[in-house]
């Protein structure tokens, strides 16, 4: 029980100080800490983070700091992004959905070490919008990957709302989560027919205390988040996600490696008994592994 609520407040404080991250930490902790099945751990972790941002935009949207025009622009691509990529991820062993997550976390880090520091200098200044087309495309490519290992995304939306929707980084934040909030549940509900396919279901009390613990942090971490630099914020986040992007690609990368090694097409002889006349029947087949 001590890890649930650790977990669920550090993913919660995540969300609440940068807009990103709950996600990145929310499928490590249920697979890892609490032994879920991969697929079951994303489908929970969408629900988990889409209810933790819903929640925690609303005090941002009632101090106006959720801009809607990005939220649509960015959101409903998003959204229709999410749907491709949990139908991709029907195809995709759970070994390898979270070595691409951990290379996600890693390209997190990266982005976070190689932000500009212009919305660090000043954080309330908008800065120049950059074409509607750029906007939408983001969000789709969001969304697919949202939708294919589970990560909400924001720490490629609240760059790319800041650089390329030209929003000032604590409207960004606050539209951030709006959007996470749509492409999150949007996937959970995708996942349901991934999570049908392999007789699987959500653990919905899980759900429901990392939601409730997750809500409580966010709201500290956006009062928190008052007290420390974006920068300072970021980098040690960036260290935080180079640490378990290793942790994840050593964990996954050798068994997904074996699995591409396996011999295709190897010929196996299935015994199914003797008939009256003692000929053996044997069926052949060919097992693709």
């Given at each position: ?135 939408v495309a983001e ?23 800041v650089l390329l ?47 409730a613990i997750g ?75």
């Amino acid at each position: 029980m001590a890890i649930v609520v650790v977990g669920a407040l550090l993913i919660g404080l995540s969300l609440g100080m940068l807009g990103s991250g709950g996600s990145i930490l929310t499928v490590p902790v249920l697979t890892y800490l609490l032994g879920h099945d991969t697929k079951v751990a994303i489908a929970e972790s969408l629900a988990v983070v889409g209810g933790i941002a819903l929640t925690t935009a609303v005090p941002y949207a009632r101090s106006h700091q959720v801009d809607w025009r990005s939220v649509v622009f960015f959101g409903v691509p998003g959204m229709a992004g999410t749907s491709v990529g949990a139908w991709l991820a029907k195809f995709l062993s759970g070994g390898l959905q979270l070595t691409l997550f951990g290379v996600v976390m890693l390209l997190a880090a990266v982005m976070m070490f190689r932000r500009p520091a212009a919305d660090d200098r000043d954080s309330t200044q908008p800065h120049l919008r950059h074409p509607l087309w750029q906007i939408v495309a983001e969000g789709l490519a969001v969304g697919v990957m949202t939708g294919l290992v589970g990560v909400g995304g924001g720490f490629l939306i609240v760059p790319a709302l800041v650089l390329l929707g030209g929003l000032s980084m604590r409207v960004a934040v606050g539209t951030s989560l709006a959007v996470i909030a749509l492409n999150s549940l949007s996937g959970f509900v995708r996942y349901f027919d991934v999570l049908k396919s392999i007789n699987a279901a959500v653990d919905w009390n899980t759900i429901a205390i990392f939601v409730a613990i997750g809500v409580l942090g966010s709201l500290s971490g956006r009062l928190l988040a008052g007290r420390f630099t974006p920068l300072v914020l970021r980098k040690a986040f960036a260290v935080f996600l180079v640490v378990m992007g290793l942790f994840v690609l050593a964990k996954e990368l050798p068994g997904v490696v074996r699995g591409m090694n396996r011999p295709v097409g190897k010929q196996t002889v299935v015994s199914l008994g003797e008939e009256p006349s003692g000929t053996q029947v044997a069926l052949y087949t060919n097992i693709t592994r």
